[in-house]
């Protein structure tokens, strides 16, 4: 199976070198690569430890600030697959996460940005 793109031949889908670079982007802290390894396990989940691994890849993720790892969690939980407590954890790792990222300087940069775009 290939997918056509742009109208320049066929292009194969490799699955292991995607997880390959997923998992190295991951290891080196980015949380989209993070969340989509839990996509891929979560797609793989007729194993109950691949399901485990992607909850985990979510958390992990939402600690690194990734909002939609965090929605990720809260569509599980309101099925009933995961607990309110993870989902908990979840919004908790997300929020010290985005507040980590609050600072003096960062907030009045971003007054100057505004002030400028105003005009």
């Known amino acids: 199976d290939g997918e056509g793109w742009e ?9 292991k070198k995607k997880i390959y670079h997923l998992e190295e982007a991951s290891i080196r802290g980015h949380p989209s690569a993070r969340r989509n390894l839990g996509i ?3 797609r793989n989940s ?17 600690n690194l600030g990734d909002a939609e790892s965090v929605d990720m969690i809260k569509q599980i939980h309101e099925m009933g ?9 979840a919004v908790r790792g997300y929020n010290a996460a985005v507040d980590a990222t609050k600072s003096p300087e960062r907030e009045a940069a971003e007054g100057m940005w505004d002030k400028m775009r105003k005009k």
């Open 40 to 42: 891929d396990d979560l």
């Open 7 to 15: 109208g320049e031949g066929v292009v194969e889908k490799d699955e």
């Open 81 to 89: 697959a995961i607990g309110f407590e993870v989902y908990a954890e």
């Open 46 to 62: 007729n194993e109950g430890r691949r399901f485990e691994r992607a909850i985990k890849h979510f958390i992990i993720a939402a």
